[in-house]
């Protein structure tokens, strides 16, 4: 079953310096920014996530963590969930028992994955004057790691990087910006 087929929307984000591994498990960061553009257009505005968080904390809920957005592959639990003035806040820890979070560990501390991306539904948005999508309210139900974000402007750091993990931090930078002007041509 694919994320689709639950007409979930899903929204890249990736924040350097945001998102830190520690001891190999725990993990923290920003799943989504407030006020920026995404590569779609959209832009979350402060509130979003309150009533959905709110809704999930009532009923014993939680937001699943999951590996580029496949729900046959949860790879974690995220601790706390809270909105701030600057995003949507996570704090979780990857399950040393499970494969997929191990590689997921790794991955992050050589720099290869670098984004986390929130599967959603819209509740309530509006277009602005530039055509921008303004996401008012969402229903959040899970925050991945991913490979490829949709907001720039976020990128995870792996606590301990290597001089070799910072070098290619440094190209994948690069080959971003390359791409963000060529995007803009």
């Not at 929204?11 to 591994?21: G, H, I, M, S, W």
């Not at 809270?82 to 704090?91: I, Q, S, T």
């Not at 055509?131 to 990128?155: K, N, Y």
């Amino acid at each position: 079953m694919k994320t689709n087929d639950y007409g979930l929307e899903l929204k890249f984000c990736a924040q350097e310096a945001q998102l830190r591994v520690t001891g190999g498990c725990k993990i923290e960061g920003y799943a989504s920014l407030f006020g920026l553009p995404d590569q779609g257009g959209d832009v979350v505005q402060p509130g979003a996530y309150r009533k959905s968080l709110e809704a999930l904390h009532s009923r014993g809920g939680s937001v699943k963590m999951l590996w580029q957005h496949d729900p046959a592959q949860p790879i974690g639990i995220w601790d706390e969930i809270r909105e701030d003035a600057v995003g949507l806040y996570v704090k979780g820890r990857l399950l040393p028992d499970v494969a997929r979070a191990r590689e997921a560990a790794a991955l992050i501390e050589a720099g290869a994955i670098d984004g986390l991306s929130i599967g959603y539904r819209t509740v309530t948005a509006a277009k602005d004057a530039k055509g921008q999508r303004l996401l008012a309210e969402l229903e959040l139900w899970e925050v991945s790691l991913v490979t490829f974000p949709m907001l720039r402007e976020a990128r995870v750091a792996a606590k301990g990087e290597t001089p070799d993990a910072g070098l290619w931090r440094e190209l994948a930078q690069a080959f971003d910006a390359a791409a963000a002007e060529l995007a803009g041509r």
